[in-house]
């Protein structure tokens, strides 16, 4: 176990990094832990059980490293795993600590973005067959039309550093005509899958400058502040010595690096870490 209570960060692989680089600019004082299960990722494409499974995996590594608070910045593990992990898995044996997504904070603002009242979601083929933005979205803002478009092929290229070459192109095209074909009212398009803002220029260059294109890291780092507010006897759990450390389920790390310091803005070193033992 490591010293200190650091928040914890997790993500299927390195896209939640662009939550994380938000929340550190918002909270620096905060000590945090990032983890990336890339051995394993992509997980858009795996069924509710594994995902559960990998995710919970991931969460209890986590807590045994001393984080009282863990943040699923990724969609996928927040559709299709985090209500398990809240309403069965830690009530049994870590009722004193907090697991978060990050489709709530979403839901909540991203009406407010829209005149229209039209929204296009894109994510990963687990997020929208898990209906998690339909059901949050109609809870905040029931008003809505809520149009969703899987983009099974964007994660790959992103994890695979190829989001920033031409051959990209093809694959944004084709999945934004897929979904404004749905409704051409659309005027707001949430990016939710955290890898996604590495692609946010080759979207906005694809669609008319009329057309809003909403990143998660801000909206979730607000949340978290609003949360620590709420909750005194969290937030006082808390380390705040700055640190940051980064880990990695893929034994290849410097690749894990490369590519990661890309989405975070500076220059990251991670650790190897096998979270399975133990579990």
């Not at 699923?72 to 309403?87: F, G, M, Y």
């Not at 009530?91 to 603002?109: C, N, Q, W, Y």
Request: aromatic share 10%; proline share 5%; hydrophobic share 35%.
């Amino acid at each position: 176990m490591l010293t200190g209570s650091p928040i914890g960060v997790f993500d299927s692989g390195i896209g939640g990094l662009t939550v994380f680089r938000s929340i550190v600019e918002r909270l620096p004082a905060y000590d945090y832990l990032y983890l990336g299960d890339n051995g394993r990722a992509p997980y858009g494409n795996r069924s509710f059980n594994t995902i559960h499974q990998y995710t919970w995996e991931c969460v209890q590594w986590m807590f045994k490293q001393g984080c009282p608070l863990v943040i699923l910045a990724c969609n996928t593990a927040s559709a299709k795993a985090l209500r398990t992990i809240q309403r069965q898995d830690m009530p049994r044996s870590h009722a004193d600590k907090r697991v978060l997504g990050v489709i709530r904070p979403t839901a909540e603002v991203i009406g407010t973005y829209t005149q229209t009242k039209k929204i296009g979601v894109l994510g990963t083929k687990g997020t929208v067959q898990s209906g998690s933005y339909l059901l949050e979205i109609a809870r905040f803002f029931p008003h809505l039309e809520v149009f969703q478009q899987a983009c099974p092929l964007w994660v790959p290229l992103i994890e695979n550093g190829e989001y920033n070459k031409p051959g990209a192109d093809y694959y944004v095209q084709l999945y934004l005509d897929q979904l404004m074909q749905q409704s051409a009212g659309i005027d707001t398009i949430l990016l939710a899958c955290t890898h996604y803002p590495l692609l946010q220029d080759k979207i906005k260059a694809h669609l008319p400058a009329n057309i809003k294109v909403v990143a998660q890291g801000d909206i979730v780092a607000a949340s978290l502040t609003d949360y620590l507010h709420r909750h005194p006897e969290m937030e006082q759990r808390l380390s705040k010595t700055g640190d940051r450390r980064f880990y990695t389920t893929m034994d290849d790390t410097p690749e894990f690096n490369s590519h990661a310091s890309q989405f975070f803005g500076s220059e990251i070193i991670s650790s190897f870490v096998d979270v399975r033992e133990g579990c």
